[in-house]
């Protein structure tokens, strides 16, 4: 059985992340700090022979796909399937100012409900569909490779629990998994029931800088 390697990286900071705000589907850029954790993470990864990098077409997460691609010369394949959360009324607001104006949307957001709606945006049980569809085609298109797909850290989250198991069509809530501005998930993908992790949010790439963990807001 041909083993896929599987590389599931978050954009490096954001300026909505460095604000502290939802950045849903916003157009936000990397900060200076992202553009460097981008650079570093791009190092890292090019001593993988990755075969195909994938991205969510957000602005945030094909920057920080960019220079992985320039040092290998390979194309940014960049796809909707794998945005973040459609946040609705909440983009680009604090947590704080979330929770003042829409705190029922906030606090399903927070307890991670996975089949509350968010006005004017999604769920995370739409965004868990239409990701896993696209990673499944991203699996069978590239069988025995190494792949890299960027994202982000919600869309990140439910494709982790998806892969090892760990959310179902019953499930109602999730734990929340961790996932730092440039952090690495990393798998080796035998099967759909042959899945191995080698790492949740690897950073040690990013450690001669300080600041690579930026409070994860969306």
Known sequence: MPVTKLFLVRHGQSAGNAEGRF?????????DLGKHQAELTAQALSKEKIH???SSDLHRAVQTAEPLAKLLDLPIITTPAFRERKVGVLEGLTFDESKAAHPKDYY???NRSVHHVITEGESYRQLLK????ELHEVLRTHQGENVVIYSHTGA???LTLYLVGAITRYTRTTP???TSNCG???????SRSNIRVHAFNDTRHLQQITGND?????
């Open 23 to 31: 950045g849903g589907h916003s157009p936000t850029p990397l900060s």
């Open 108 to 110: 399903a957001l927070v």
């Open 184 to 190: 690495i998930n990393r798998f080796e993908i035998r």
């Open 130 to 133: 239409r990701a896993t569809k």
């Open 156 to 158: 990140i989250c439910f």
């Open 214 to 218: 930026s409070f994860g807001a969306r």
């Open 52 to 54: 195909a990098i994938y």
């Open 176 to 178: 929340w998994l961790v």
